[in-house]
């Protein structure tokens, strides 16, 4: 057969759990979370595997993986910033047995693969001496589970509120008592800096000894040296309160990836014995029957066992529109049922449902981390103790070399290292690959990590597969043309025979139009495929092929020559039967659909200056045929190695993106600057892939691409933000214009900016014309 004719298809969706997938080595079809190796106490879960190392960071050890023997995960409370995902990493990783410690931000797990059973304590131990807390992933803490009122926000805030008081009870009292009222604020501004100095001085022990707080203390410290009391406690409660903002910022970035955590209801309706019994979620297994009421989303992934049923599948796919669903479909976890009560059978394990792997996906894409993120992560870790040596030279060299006042130049200087606190900059980038990659799930399209979201807005051609892409991938046989005394049934039962079992499309669709027929299937043997040309077997004692007719070896009579152009010229795919190496016994013809959207995706990539190619096996006529309809550049005749080398000399002189759904469009994937999979394709191809659009539609890959554009726009903007703020205050403390206060404010005020700023991606809409 053609090239298309080797490709192995399935009708798994990109977040099919059926392969079991390395924890090192991120796969969408492979989201699913194995399960845990060894589960030593009540904060480790069964679901806690994550690739856990950038294979792109200079810094990561290979080895790590290997040498683990067992993996625990906790939910680590209290982190404001990526910074503190690094402080819980440092420290955690000097326990003895640990192998690798992650911290993923998004979704604020603690990942630890270490080589001995019983260091999950330590683990603990070292998440509390770093100022955190920690409890099970299992979602406790999740926002359904928060009290509400105005009594839980008195008491997260009551530092915050009671050095606030002290404060203006010492302003106020000042006229009249001043004495009493410096001392108000000395103690208030010991009281509240206490906390933050033990959590230093735990943070130097870790091994993170150039943290925010290091540097509050030593600032706060030093202007209580020089008198300036009040100041010392404005810098402490501006700290204080630029951190609450921090936590808020970060707590909304999360809120996409906890949207998707809550979409899974805690309770189920399982049918046993013919009885409704209402059970926990988490107590469900494959193969249970559940019952499903209009309005309820549903636990885990099943197949429908009624007739037919709609499903909202929006919060998954991004599809507003209701989707039917029939007797044995796929319906995933979080899809709400539209019309009426309806049965499934559990297809998913625990912690493998579809909102299980888009998590899991999420956590692996944070570890692969842009390369503008990860040089921003190595600079901020020189770029701390560089500027507090800076700041010790402003604070010695006026005074030394040009007899300064002492009192100015410390101030100065102490202005100087609060300015210098990488908390904005560092930010600036995860928080909008963060709210990017939240933002492109929501609308069903699964992105590997902020390498793949940067690739994709640099990319500037599209090199679309045919069969399964541009097209439903589900052709239909149109024309049986038998020759040299052959009929039709007893042609088509031959040629069902060797093509029975294949998984290809042109295949599947032939075996059903033989079924259709009523003809018994022979069982054919020694099948073999042909690569990039047909299939083969022997039937009853004779050797029977299908080729494609630019495959052959043999010259076709004229007037069968003009039936097969005939054919090709309608956009059909043609095969040759033959019985034996050369007596041809007719010709077999499919027809494929393009996706509705195909000529909107297109038009839409064109907009954006993107240059749309067809990459297909199929025949020059057939492709001219189905190109025209779209106006889309085409390449026919190719097998998979002409895909790669087509795409390789592509990507020479422009950053290509390769979308495909089958075994032969891998190889052209990996070859390309990025592979991006359909959602209904083939494992192979979505492994593949650094890219998924789950629910098929076309028209979402220019978008994807705009939104690319629109996270690195966003990641400019904030690094300009951060890096700006702190040169116009560096400038304005070095010449005194401000002070303290207004170093704190600055730096607190650039970190809710950046994130802020940040979070206008979680609302990103692509232009009308994509």
Not at 206 to 225: D, H, K, N, R, W
Not at 390 to 417: C, H, K, N
Not at 722 to 734: E, Q
Request: glycine share 8%; proline share 4%.
């Amino acid at each position: 057969m053609c090239t298309k004719h080797q490709a192995c298809r399935s009708d798994k969706v990109a977040v099919n759990p059926s392969q079991s997938g390395s924890c090192s080595s991120p796969k969408i079809t492979s989201i699913q979370m194995a399960g845990v190796e060894s589960v030593d106490s009540g904060c480790c879960s069964s679901n806690s595997c994550s690739n856990g190392v950038d294979p792109s960071d200079e810094e990561s050890e290979s080895g790590a993986s290997i040498e683990a023997r067992h993996t625990h995960s906790w939910k680590v409370n209290g982190m404001d910033c990526p910074s503190c995902a690094r402080k819980i990493e440092t420290a955690v990783l000097k326990v003895s047995g640990v192998v690798e410690a992650k911290v993923l931000f998004a979704t604020e797990k603690l990942v630890v693969k270490t080589n001995d059973a019983d260091v999950a304590v330590a683990v603990e131990d070292a998440i509390i001496a770093t100022g955190f807390t920690y409890s099970s992933p299992s979602g406790a803490g999740s926002k359904k589970d928060q009290p509400k009122g105005w009594l839980p926000i008195i008491k997260q805030n009551g530092q915050i509120i009671s050095i606030a008081s002290a404060m203006i009870f010492a302003a106020i009292i000042k006229p009249t008592f001043p004495l009493i009222s410096e001392w108000m604020f000395i103690l208030t501004c010991l009281a509240g800096l206490y906390p933050i100095a033990k959590k230093a001085v735990a943070l130097a022990k870790s091994g993170t000894p150039f943290a925010i707080e290091t540097l509050m203390s030593v600032a706060a410290v030093g202007a209580l040296y020089l008198g300036e009391t009040v100041e010392a406690a404005m810098v402490l409660l501006l700290f204080l309160i630029g951190e609450r903002l921090e936590a808020f910022a970060a707590s909304r970035a999360r809120s996409g990836v906890q949207s998707l955590m809550e979409l899974v209801p805690e309770n189920a309706i399982q049918i046993v014995d013919g009885q409704r019994v209402e059970v926990s979620v988490s107590e469900l297994q494959p193969g249970d029957v559940i019952e499903v009421s209009p309005g309820a989303r549903l636990p885990a992934d099943g197949k429908l066992l009624d007739e037919v049923a709609s499903f909202d599948e929006s919060a998954l796919t991004g599809e507003s529109i209701p989707v039917e669903r029939f007797t044995g479909e796929s319906v995933m976890a979080g899809a709400v049922v539209a019309d009426r009560v309806v049965r499934f059978t559990i297809t998913s394990k625990q912690g493998e449902n579809a909102i299980d792997r888009i998590l899991h996906l999420i956590e692996e894409a944070e570890s692969r981390k842009a390369p503008l993120e990860r040089f921003l992560d190595k600079f901020s870790r020189w770029y701390t103790p560089l500027m507090m040596l800076v700041s010790l030279l402003v604070i010695i060299t006026p005074p030394l070399l040009f007899a300064q006042p002492w009192e100015t130049w410390v101030y100065r200087g102490l202005a100087l290292l609060l300015i210098a606190c990488p908390c904005a900059l560092v930010i600036s980038t995860p928080a909008a690959i963060t709210s990017g990659l939240a933002a492109a799930a929501r609308r069903g399209a699964l992105i590997k990590g902020g390498a793949a979201l940067e690739q994709l807005g640099k990319i500037e051609t599209v090199a679309f597969d045919k069969t399964g892409t541009l097209t439903k991938g589900k052709p239909e046989v149109t024309n049986i043309v038998a020759l040299n005394g052959w009929q039709e049934n007893e042609l088509l039962a031959k040629v069902a025979a060797i093509e029975v079992g294949s998984s290809h499309p042109l295949a599947v669709s032939l075996v059903n139009k033989a079924k259709e027929r009523g003809l018994s299937i022979a069982e054919a043997e020694d099948k073999q495929a042909l690569v990039g040309s047909g299939v083969k077997g022997l039937v009853e004692g004779t050797i029977y092929q299908v080729i494609a007719p630019s495959k052959l070896e043999l010259t076709l009579e004229e007037q069968l020559d003009a039936q097969i152009a005939r054919l090709e010229d309608e956009g059909k795919t043609v095969v040759v039967a033959l019985a034996g190496d050369s007596n041809v016994i007719g010709l077999i013809a499919w027809q494929d659909t393009l996706r509705d959207d195909s000529a909107q995706a297109v038009k839409a990539l064109k907009h954006l200056g993107i240059q749309s190619i067809m990459l297909t096996g199929d025949n020059p006529r057939s492709a001219l045929a189905i190109s025209s309809m779209i106006e889309i550049d085409y390449k026919a005749s190719l097998l998979p190695k002409d895909k790669v080398a087509y795409v390789e000399q592509l990507s020479t002189g422009a950053n290509v993106a390769m979308v495909g759904d089958g075994i032969n469009d891998a190889p052209a994937m990996k070859a390309s600057s990025i592979g991006i999979a359909m959602g209904g394709g083939t494992d192979v191809a979505l492994e593949t892939a650094d890219a998924a659009i789950t629910h098929n539609r076309l028209v979402e890959l220019a978008a994807m691409i705009e939104l690319s554009r629109a996270t690195l726009n966003n990641i400019r903007q904030n690094v300009a933000l951060a890096l700006g703020l702190k040169g116009i205050f560096l400038v304005t403390s070095l010449l005194g214009i401000t002070g303290l206060w207004v170093a704190v404010l600055a730096d607190s005020g650039a970190t809710a900016i950046v994130t802020l700023n940040a979070l206008r991606l979680l609302k990103f809409e692509p232009s009308q014309n994509s």
